[in-house]
């Protein structure tokens, strides 16, 4: 890993990008990973790289709907598995929640080699190595998932997701809560609760926040951060 001195000014964001250079050369993420975080970057830096008060909010009514599920799981992809594996196995053993890997281009070596450094992390029965149900509406090996975990879960939690999958599940009658710093894209808009997040520090600030059973609602959120952008992005 390249080396970058701490006091660069973009010292956290570079140290991001290594993770997911990281990420590829150790055949967890894909090359198309790298391109969809730089999506994800670009917003983060209008919202000015913090957690604002829209995703706090967000974050605490997600960890209500799931530590309420009956069976809650995390869906976990090659950019989520380089950039919070640690975070990802002990929010899952907080939530008491399954772990399950979930690919757009699904190949089985990516699937073990994500699954490996999750149990380095302490991650177990980690699903979807051995898909034996399907999404529909997806096609075949975007669709595949796993009975005990996604299938019959009632509320998933799938951060970076493509809008596609978001809306599938979401018509499959799953609570679908998500990490996206894209406010405006269609997961974050199918979502039913929108963490407009980094997953860096989403997915720390859920092992630390405690939940808040308010009724919560996803549009006016996502409204409340758009606002915020257009303010940032109007004020000289
Ligand atoms: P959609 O399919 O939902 O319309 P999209 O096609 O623009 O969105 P995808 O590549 O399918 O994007 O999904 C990845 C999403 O994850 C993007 O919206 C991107 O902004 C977001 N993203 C990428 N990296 C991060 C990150 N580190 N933290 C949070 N969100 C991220
Ligand atoms: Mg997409």
């Known amino acids: 890993m390249t ?6 000014p973009r010292y956290e964001s570079l140290r991001v990008r290594e993770m997911l250079v990281e990420g590829v050369e150790s055949g967890i993420t894909s090359k198309a990973g790298l391109i969809a975080h730089g999506r994800g970057e670009a917003f983060d830096y209008l919202i000015g790289e913090q957690t604002i008060g829209s995703a706090r909010l967000a974050e605490k ?4 709907v799931l530590f309420s599920a009956e069976n809650p799981v995390i869906s976990v992809n090659g950019n989520v598995v380089a950039l919070v594996p640690e975070e990802t196995v002990k929010l899952a053993e907080r939530l008491d929640a399954k772990i399950e890997i979930n690919l757009f281009h699904r190949t089985e070596e990516r699937m073990h080699r994500i699954s490996s450094r999750l149990e380095e992390y302490g991650g177990r029965n980690i699903l979807g190595l051995k898909p034996d149900s399907e999404i529909p509406g997806l096609d075949h090996s975007r669709g595949l998932c796993s009975e005990e975990g996604i299938y019959s879960s009632d509320v998933v939690l799938v951060p970076l997701e493509d809008g596609d999958r978001a809306q599938a599940l979401s018509k499959l009658g799953k609570t679908v809560v998500t990490v996206d710093l894209n406010p405006l894209s269609r997961t974050a808009r199918t979502a039913d609760i929108t963490i407009v997040d980094n997953i860096t520090r989403a997915f ?3 092992l630390e926040l405690e939940p808040l059973d308010d009724d919560f609602d996803n549009e006016k959120n996502l409204s409340e951060v758009l606002e915020y952008l257009a303010q940032r992005l109007t004020k000289s």
């Open 3 to 8: 080396k970058i001195p701490k006091t660069h």
């Open 61 to 64: 009514a997600a960890l209500s």
């Open 204 to 206: 720390s600030n859920m």
